[in-house]
Every structure is written in structure tokens, then in C-alpha cells.
């Protein structure tokens, strides 16, 4: 389980998948929470400022009403009606019923000063007779609420706010009331004429081409407990704004009924919609990003640093950082340092093999020329002389004729280690640079010292004792060896020190094998 939350590929996908768990929670949280209940209150207030039309509507309407009105209060065949003295007013002018039709009337009362009806005539809303009565009996008693409504408020003194009003009852319908006075102003009024326009379908549809609502009205009880305003939706597509406003007689009212289309809202949503999408999706594609770059793709980065590094300097690891992943990526940090250590680790063997010999273990020729011309260099820097020795086994050849080649190379190993243990110091070098030939080199050493080094060398080489028979010089392993010396000024070069020591080790050879010889002079 843990190797598989370790693996870059499952944390990857585990951190998109949240990623896009998260995403997709706060698009449907913010679009719950905040975007659509934003939209929601906006459409609110829409279909609040619909209904305040729908209201301006209707008080544009009691207006015309009103001015009709008064034309007929003013008008002097109206005011002898009043006073007796026009026989015919109704005959003319009401009788026939064309006056509601042609007006868009329901309703016409003539009430004296004192608010008794002098005559009620208008269109029964249960049955659409036309009536015509005295007062509010017989046929006519469907305009009681009317005119109760009319009389209480002539009783309470009639002003501008009061004349003009909303009727519920028997049918919704916009009252306005006029004093009845003579056309030049003369006289006080001698009654009150009301008209009433019902609020029905021809006015709604009237409603609807004047002001583009599509206004409903209907008459409620004004003690249902229902809130003033009321927004509903109706799916997708249609709003529905309630409002209840006052109307006559007590205890009723008036509910308004708006239908709004819905496509702002559904506009504006797909709009919203587009662009959390687009907030989203970039978020998303920003927050991919980062981690590609902080799980990959800088990781990617130093690891391709670092072995640009290695190609410069070869002894360099990985970053910590990259090794202790525990990802794809660690383990391959962690490959690719055992790798380098497996390359280091065959290179210094190579090194090795390449600069010594592989019977002897001593330094070869290779690592001899190189260390020879370092310990001049640092002769030269540092002022002091090199002494360099050239060993060589006496009558060898005889050696391994008398005893074996196998012999001769366990010989050979014994005096090298001899020599390598008589100098040990890691500045000098015992290298074994032929057959049976050595050079030693000796850093910081006067001549004297060198050759007495040499001696104390070739005693030791005797001390061993190796039975050689077939030795002229003596019976044992001996050797011969020359000693010549380096020093600063001195008009030689590393040729001239090879001549040097070579003919002093040639006459060691003709002074007799086994001594030192050390370069004339
Ligand atoms: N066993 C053995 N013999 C070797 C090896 N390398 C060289 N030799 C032998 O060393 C001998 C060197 O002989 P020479 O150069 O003639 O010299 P020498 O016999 O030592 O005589 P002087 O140097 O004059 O005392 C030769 O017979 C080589 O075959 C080796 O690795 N093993």
C-alpha cells in the first residue's frame, strides 16, 4: 500500500482527483450559495418593479377614470338630473345600457348631498343585465357594497386620496366619485355621481397592449393571512409577482397577478455558468500546473543539473533531497549514484592496474615517468634535490636457469616487497621498471643520504639470504645499485638523470655486483 502512494504516478492522479473533488464542490457551492441566490434576489427585484408598474398602471387608469367622471359632475344635464330638472337625463343618456359599454362602465350612482341614492343604474356582474333602480333594492341590490363603500366615506368628507379607490366587491374595479355642481362653478354641488369600471377581461387586455403586463386581478378576503408580496416560479420559464393591495369593501382586497418570462434569469444563469466554468477550469489548469512542476518537473530539472555536473566533475552525488524521494524519481537519483559509484569504483581500478604491476604489486614504469617528473617539479618549487636509485638482481638470468622461472618471479616478489617495506614513506616510490630492474625515488634527499639509503637496501636484500647458487658475486640474492641525484640550478633534465644513475649502476655491475655506485662528482 505504502509503495503504491510512494509511486509519482498514483500521487499525481490522487492529487488531480481531489483536485477535481474540490473543484467541483466549490462550483456547486458557489453557484448555490452565492451566484444563484444573487440571481434569484435580482429577479426579485425585477419582479417587485413589475408589480410597482403594474400599480402605476392602475393609477394611470383610476386618472382617465376620474376625468370621465368629472365631465359627467360638470355637466349641466347631470346637475338638472339632480335637481328634477331633467325628466329625460336617464332616458338619454343610461337607459339604454351603451353608456357602460361604450365607457367600459359598470356602474353609475347618483347620491344626493346627504348620500341618499337619487339613482343607481349599471351592469349586474353575476348575470351582465343591465339595471336600473332608485336605490340599492330589487334589481340593484348587487351595488350595496358599492354604495355603503361611497356613503361611509361622503359621511367621513370625500378629498383627493378618497375619491378615487379600488373596489373588490361584487367584482374588482377601479371607483371614482365627483361632486355635481353646474358647468360655470356656480352654486354648491348639489350630489355625488360614482362610476365604476370593473376590472375584468377587456380592461386587463387593455392593461396588457398600454403597458405590456400580463396583469390578473382577483378579489381575496383582506384577512387571509398571506404575506403583502409574493414571488413564485413556475419551472424555468415563468415568474409569477403577487401583490395584495386594499380594496373596498372592508374585509376584502385585491390580489395583482403578474406573469413575467424568465429568459434574464436564464441569460444571466448560462452566463454565470460560462464563466465559473472558466474561473474553474483555469484554477484547475494553474493548480496542474504547479504540480507538474513541483512533483516533476523541477525534480526533472536537478537531476538533469546535477548529471550535467557529473560530466564536469566526476566525483559529485545526487541532491540529498532527490535521494531521500520515495517516488519514480528517487529511485531513479538513487540508480543512477550506485551507478556512478560502480563506474568510480572500476575507474580507480583501472587507474590502479594501469600504473602497477601486477606480480610484484609495486608502482610500473607509467607511474614512475609520472611520479619522477612531479618530485622534480616540487624539487624545483621547494629548492631541495632528488635522489633516484636504479636496483637491479645480480646474475638473474642464472637465477631462473638454475632454479626455474616460477622461482624467479617468487624471488622478484620477495625483493620488491623488501624494497617497498625499506621505503615506505608515502613520498617515495619503489617502481619496477624492467625484468628484473627497479627505480627508487627519494624526495628531499642529499646524495650522501640517498647512497647511504642504497647501502642500507642492499644489506637488507643480502640479509634475505635467497640461496643463488649460480651467483658469481655471492651465494645468495644480492644486487646492484647506482645512485644519481636531481637538485634545482642544475643544467640536467630527466634524461640526463636516467644517463646518470644508468652509468653509475653499470658500475656497480663492473666494480663486482653487490655495492652501491653513486654518479661521479
Ligand atoms: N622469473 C622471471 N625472470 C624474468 C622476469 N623478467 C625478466 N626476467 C629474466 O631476468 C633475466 C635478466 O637477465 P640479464 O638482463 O641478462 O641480466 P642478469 O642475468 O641479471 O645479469 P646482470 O644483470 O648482469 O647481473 C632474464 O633472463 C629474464 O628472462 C620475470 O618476470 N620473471
Known amino acids: 500500500m505504502a509503495l503504491i502512494f510512494d509511486s509519482l504516478r498514483y500521487r499525481f492522479f490522487l492529487a488531480m482527483s481531489v483536485l477535481l473533488l474540490v473543484a467541483v464542490t466549490s462550483l456547486v457551492l458557489i453557484a448555490h450559495h452565492l451566484a444563484i441566490p444573487a440571481l434569484l434576489a435580482e429577479e426579485e427585484v425585477y419582479a417587485t418593479a413589475e408589480l410597482d408598474r403594474a400599480m402605476r398602471a392602475i393609477g394611470n387608469e383610476l386618472g382617465h377614470l376620474s376625468l ?10 347631470s346637475y338638472a338630473f339632480l335637481t328634477g330638472e331633467a325628466g329625460d337625463y336617464l332616458e338619454s343618456n343610461v337607459a339604454d345600457g351603451l353608456v357602460f359599454e361604450d365607457a367600459d362602465l359598470s356602474l353609475l350612482v347618483f347620491l344626493e348631498t346627504d348620500g341618499s341614492p337619487h339613482w343607481i343604474a349599471g351592469i349586474d356582474p353575476a348575470n351582465q343585465r343591465y339595471t336600473s333602480c332608485p336605490g340599492p333594492t330589487e334589481a340593484c341590490t348587487w351595488t350595496a357594497p358599492v354604495l355603503e363603500s361611497l356613503q361611509g366615506r361622503i359621511a367621513n368628507g370625500l378629498s383627493d386620496e378618497t375619491r378615487l379607490w379600488l373596489h373588490a366587491h361584487p367584482q374588482p374595479g377601479l371607483v371614482s366619485v ?3 355642481v353646474r358647468s360655470n362653478g356656480a352654486g354648491p354641488a348639489v350630489g355625488w355621481l360614482l362610476m365604476m369600471r370593473p376590472m375584468d377581461t377587456a380592461w386587463l387586455g387593455r392593461v396588457r397592449e398600454g ?25 424555468s ?22 406573469e413575467l418570462p424568465r429568459h434574464a434569469f436564464r441569460a444571466r444563469l448560462d452566463d454565470l455558468r460560462l464563466t465559473l466554468y472558466w474561473v474553474v477550469g483555469l484554477v484547475v489548469l494553474v493548480v496542474v500546473l504547479v504540480l507538474l512542476e513541483r512533483m516533476i518537473l523541477s ?27 520515495r517516488d519514480e524519481i528517487g ?7 550506485q551507478l556512478l559509484e560502480r563506474q568510480r569504483c572500476q575507474t580507480s581500478s583501472l587507474i590502479e592496474l594501469s600504473q602497477h604491476d601486477a606480480l610484484t604489486g609495486l608502482g610500473n614504469r607509467r607511474l614512475f615517468d609520472h611520479r619522477l617528473e612531479e618530485a622534480i617539479d616540487i624539487a624545483n618549487l621547494s629548492g631541495r634535490s632528488v635522489v633516484r636509485l636504479m636496483v637491479d638482481i645480480d646474475h638473474f638470468k642464472a637465477y631462473n636457469d638454475r632454479y626455474g622461472h616460477p622461482a624467479g618471479d617468487k624471488c622478484l616478489k620477495t625483493v ?23 627505480m627508487i625515488i627519494l624526495p628531499d634527499t642529499s646524495l650522501e643520504a640517498g647512497s647511504r639509503q642504497a647501502e642500507t637496501l642492499r644489506r637488507a636484500i643480502e640479509a634475505l639470504a635467497l640461496p643463488h647458487a649460480a651467483s658469481t658475486a655471492s651465494s645468495v640474492i644480492t644486487i646492484s645499485i647506482g645512485v644519481a ?14 644517463r646518470a644513475v644508468d652509468d653509475a649502476l653499470y658500475a656497480a655491475k663492473q666494480g663486482g655486483r653487490n655495492r652501491v655506485r653513486r654518479e661521479a662528482g
Not at 299 to 323: C, E, K, M, N
Not at 331 to 337: D, G, N
Open 331 to 337: 529511485v531513479l537519483a538513487r540508480k543512477f549514484q
Open 237 to 258: 420559464q415563468t415568474l409569477i409577482a403577487l401583490r395584495r393591495v386594499p380594496a373596498a369593501p372592508p374585509g376584502h382586497a385585491l390580489e395583482l397577478r403578474v
Open 416 to 438: 620488491a616487497a623488501a624494497m617497498g617495506q625499506h621505503f615506505s614513506l608515502p613520498q617515495q616510490l619503489v617502481a619496477r621498471t624492467g625484468g628484473e630492474e627497479f
Open 299 to 325: 525534480p526533472l530539472r536537478q537531476l538533469a543539473t546535477f548529471t550535467q555536473h557529473v560530466q564536469q566533475r566526476g566525483d559529485i552525488d545526487p541532491p540529498r533531497s532527490l535521494l531521500q524521494r
Open 485 to 498: 641525484r636531481y637538485f634545482p640550478g642544475q643544467a640536467r633534465d630527466i634524461e640526463g638523470l636516467t
Open 178 to 180: 365627483w361632486p355635481i
Open 211 to 235: 403597458f405590456g403586463l400580463a396583469l390578473a386581478v382577483e378579489a381575496i378576503a383582506s384577512d387571509a393571512p398571506a404575506p403583502r408580496q409574493e414571488i413564485a416560479r413556475e419551472g
Open 68 to 77: 370621465l367622471n368629472k365631465d359627467w359632475a360638470i355637466w349641466d344635464d
